[in-house]
């Protein structure tokens, strides 16, 4: 996890085949300037962190499930709660899985745990649009060829 990027997935644990559900994984940094106002003495990842850490793990499963055709980006967010801190050196597994698909959406459950036990949770709706610019594009063949090599060598 780098905060400072907003690179929030260290490693994809696991894809389903249908590419309907995935599991990922990251260490929270033990330093950041993020943890300098939030709050001093009291280093906690902000739930809008908590929140970008869930949809880039669905961006990840859309964008494998499209065949990186399009990018998928985060629209809107439902049901958000934030059951405990979350704090460096923590182990964060992101599980999220697809419960619908439409006409240039899809929406999905996902599920932060740490420790064993859930920490955060939301309805997650992302929407499809054309890749902006080549750049993007770029970064996301470059970002799943980096956390899923098997899926680009076929």
């Known amino acids: 996890m780098n905060l400072e990027r907003v690179d929030m997935i260290d490693r994809v644990v696991e894809i389903d085949a249908s590419f309907t559900r995935i599991v990922c994984s990251s260490t929270v940094p033990v330093a950041s300037p993020v943890f300098e106002g939030h709050f001093p003495g009291l280093p906690i990842l902000p739930g809008v962190l908590l929140i970008e850490t869930m949809a880039q793990a669905a961006g990840i499963l859309l ?5 990186l055709q399009r990018m998928p980006f985060l629209a809107t967010v439902q049901n958000a709660k934030f059951r405990r801190f979350i704090g460096p050196l923590d182990e964060l597994t992101a599980s999220v899985a697809l419960v619908q698909e439409g006409a240039g959406y899809a929406e999905l459950k996902a599920t932060l745990i740490c420790d064993d036990r859930p920490s955060s949770e939301a309805v997650l709706r992302l929407k ?4 902006p610019n080549v750049e993007i594009e770029y970064h996301a063949r470059g970002l799943v060829q980096r956390l899923i090599p098997s899926l680009l060598e076929h």
Do not use: E, K, S, T
């Open 63 to 67: 964008l494998v499930r499209d065949r």
């Open 128 to 131: 499809f649009a054309p890749f």
